[in-house]
């Protein structure tokens, strides 16, 4: 695992000046091996969340550790924000696409500060401000701490008119949305677009994309109360679980077609009428499972093959960013394109940050979680460090 840095306390002769870091001396500071650099490297340290064990929240602790130089393309980060979501839920239970190592670090979402930059990052300096996007695996880097580093293409230089706070709440449910329903999908105008688990954050960028391509969405929830909040989100339409016929409201919404996409992160048994709510020719792209506890999740063959249906089952961000350690190599095209296309749209206004509840500090980092985990949230968690 690779030793993440820096504190918000320091100053030494390769980050600028006024980063600041703990004096707090490791081990490794003074051991016999410990050569004029090793000493420079390791005799500041950082906090970054880390856990030993997989379970709830309570397995998460604040880890002071050695803070390194930026080697190669990475940059050192002075984080001021970071997001949380539902794949860190999913990392530290040990229900994610990969296994953690221990001491496992945490985290896809921040923002804040470049103070120093490796010698071989590109097209970013020191100063700049940026946010993490999902293009690293989880075993090499962790962005929930006090400083990080982070490599350059899993950086997004953030426009001016966003907070730390809203940069780290807007990058994996943008970069998501985007992969499946414009790289994948081809979403056009007029078409529609049935968004489940929709009061998520990564739902609610979904809503926000279809409606700058001009698609209609139609958003899914279990929950009353959140129908108001998705309608002000931009849902055209809200369908609440358990109290509608879901099938029938989709193809009497969509005119008799059925739904051109359906971009899912619940599965279960749920989705088997979604497929069936789907139009000829239609896509289903499935990115998430949190039904998946709910039972076993039917899968329509028939309905598949006879009517066309291109089914895109475990759908990963890594499709396109790329993961070194799973396999996927990056799509530099797509993510060029990605980048620039979000990027425009949060200058613009057209894309912006549902938070649902800021936690101060990183002492709060447990309560964050907690809070994420009651599902009672519409829009993203945030961690403020500043």
Known sequence: MRALPGKQ????????????????????????EGSASTHKRSMYTTRLIRFDRIGDSGVLRSDQIPLSKPKGNEVLIRVEAIGLSRIDVLWREGRYVEDPVFPAQIGYDAAGTIEAVGPEAVDLKVG??????????????????EAILYPDHA??????????????????????AY???????????????????????????????????????????????????????????VLVLGDCDVRRNIV?????????????AVAGPGLEELV????????????????????????PFGACFLRGIK????????????NARLGPPTNQQATARAKSFISEGLASGAFTAKIDRVFNGLDKYLAAHQYLETGSQIGKIVVSLT
């Open 9 to 32: 306390s320091f100053q030494s002769g390769w980050v600028c000046p006024g980063f600041r870091a703990s004096r707090t001396r490791s081990r490794d500071a003074t051991s016999k």
């Open 179 to 237: 992969f499946t329903l414009v790289e994948l999908a081809d979403l056009q105008p007029g078409q529609f677009v049935v968004v489940s688990a929709a009061s998520s954050s990564t739902g609610i960028a979904a809503l926000q994309l279809a409606r700058m391509l001009g698609a209609k969405t139609i958003a899914l929830t279990r929950s009353v109360a959140k129908v108001p909040k998705l309608t002000a989100a931009g849902a055209d339409h």
């Open 155 to 176: 950086l997004l230089r953030y426009p001016g008119n966003l907070s730390p706070i809203e940069a780290a709440a807007v990058n994996t449910g943008l970069f998501t």
């Open 128 to 145: 700049d401000q940026v946010s993490t996007l999902p293009a690293v695996s989880l075993l090499d880097y962790g962005a929930h701490g």
């Open 311 to 322: 089914l895109h089952a475990g759908f990963r961000v890594f499709d396109f960013t790329g």
């Open 276 to 299: 069936w709510a789907t139009k000829r020719l239609g896509r289903v792209i499935v990115y998430g499972a949190l039904g998946g506890n709910a039972g076993a999740t039917p899968l």
């Open 252 to 264: 009497e919404i969509t005119d008799g077609l059925g739904t051109d996409v359906v971009y899912d």
